[in-house]
């Protein structure tokens, strides 16, 4: 039986509409701070194995979810929970942080960088360009129908990057008009695959036929090791507009050989030339 | 100088967003109508110069209203305006019609026809299939931020085509699910691009990174003897989300390339084989 204060933590999760892969993994993570601090021994130990279950079907596309459960040992053990729920959470840190600075060298003066959705890894980036003084400029789309990119463009305006606004169906129209695409990732398939917002795909596809780089920025714990780009099963939630039911998969599928490039703390992941 | 009749026409015009570019030409053909029923002799023809410059000013990227205006001669003769004007309306009929029964051919039982926004020409492609018996399935986009899938949803619903709304970022993830792609066309221009709704050439991508017909339906009125697709001046209309400006192109330009063929009330054309 897990207690209320980590349901309500698992509540949350479900509800996010906004935030991705990066800040659901953080709360996942300070959910086995609140067990471990609330139980131990035995009791302890059948309420991890029940998170186990639990929080990776929060999202069963979100490799980071997955990766945190098999981070953390199934103990009684609460100390030992904790430590490393909080190595969890520090890796986290760093490696965004990484990836702001491997990822702010792909930009340079005079850039017009597109992106789509709201990744938090792609905004340490911009962040992380900023700060060093390049001068470049961003296009992103509002990202209907939660409009997660309007948050982003309000980050970007506090920070004075310049930026322009687009609906998401004239993905197609600005790829042709940037020097580089930039987008997070909620997963990284065994073969490759990148799952991300709907419209990831479209945006990849329009930067393949205009000759613009799409790199994508992916922590390491989004690389999922076992899931094959074949077998995701992609979460839907319920919209609707006027009073008709609209489809709302949250993800696409990007397959590999649009990808100039996985920007990871680790470095950049390329594609092995026969793709 | 205009009568007001005619120049509330223009303002209408000006101001639809829901109907595409045979509507406007209909509207268009209505204008010349009433102008040729107001004035004669002098008048006629300083006024009929002044639409001659005026209607393709509403929308220049729309060729309908272009060839309307060469379609009606410059003269003082009401009568010769009044008949070529009911020729062009005829013409709009008549050619929606041959394309109906052209393009419902391609239709199969068992297809899923993937669309996006409301072309007049794609619904009566659907239409007749759906006339003729055929059982097949829609999807089709809400395409904002007007919203005119949403309209064209109302509108298979009466006539109990099964259809499927997804938002405009899916189009990737759902073109792979279907077996056709039908689009309507505001300007098909001298070099073969097809000027449609922004988000048309996302849709074209995805259908040929997935193996998915991608087929356009065009009256042979929206073909643009002059214009080339690096000339198309794209019209923009004002939008803004929480307070901030969201660019709104209507149009985007998919290359011929892309296309599988454009269906006219004279056949399909399909690209030269170079290409």
Not at 140 to 155: C, F, K, R, W
Not at 160 to 167: A, K, P, S
Not at 224 to 246: D, K, M, N, T
């Amino acid at each position: 039986m897990l207690p209320p204060q980590v349901r309500s933590v698992l509540e949350e999760l479900r509800a996010e509409r906004i935030r991705g892969a990066s800040w659901m993994a953080k709360r996942g993570a300070e959910a086995y701070l609140i067990l471990a601090n609330l139980l131990e021994g035995e009791d302890l130990e059948k309420a991890l194995l029940e998170l186990k279950r639990e929080l990776p079907a929060v999202n069963p596309t979100m490799a980071s979810l997955y990766n945190l459960t098999r981070f953390i040992p199934i103990t009684g053990d609460a100390s030992l929970v904790i430590s490393r729920a909080e190595e969890f959470l520090h890796l986290i840190d760093e490696a965004k942080k990484t990836i702001g600075n491997i990822g702010s060298e792909l930009i340079e003066d005079g850039d017009t960088v597109i992106t789509h959705s709201f990744s938090s890894a792609v905004f340490e980036v911009l962040r992380t360009a900023r700060s060093r003084g390049v001068d470049f400029k961003v296009i992103l789309t509002e990202s209907a129908p939660d409009y997660e990119g309007i948050v982003l463009a309000s980050e970007l305006e506090k920070l004075g990057i310049e930026f322009e606004l687009i609906t998401d169906a004239q993905l197609g129209l600005f790829a042709g008009r940037s020097t580089l695409a930039l987008v997070g990732a909620d997963n990284i398939t065994k073969d490759g695959a990148v799952i991300n917002k709907a419209g990831t795909y479209l945006l990849a596809l329009a930067c393949h036929d205009n000759g613009v780089p799409f790199y994508v920025t992916a922590e390491s714990f989004k690389l999922h090791p076992e899931l094959r780009s074949s077998e995701v099963e992609i979460l839907e939630r319920p919209y609707a507009r006027q009073g008709y039911r609209v489809r709302n998969f949250l993800f696409d599928v990007t397959p590999w050989k649009y990808i100039r490039g996985i920007i990871t703390e680790l470095g950049i992941l390329v594609p092995p030339r026969e793709i």
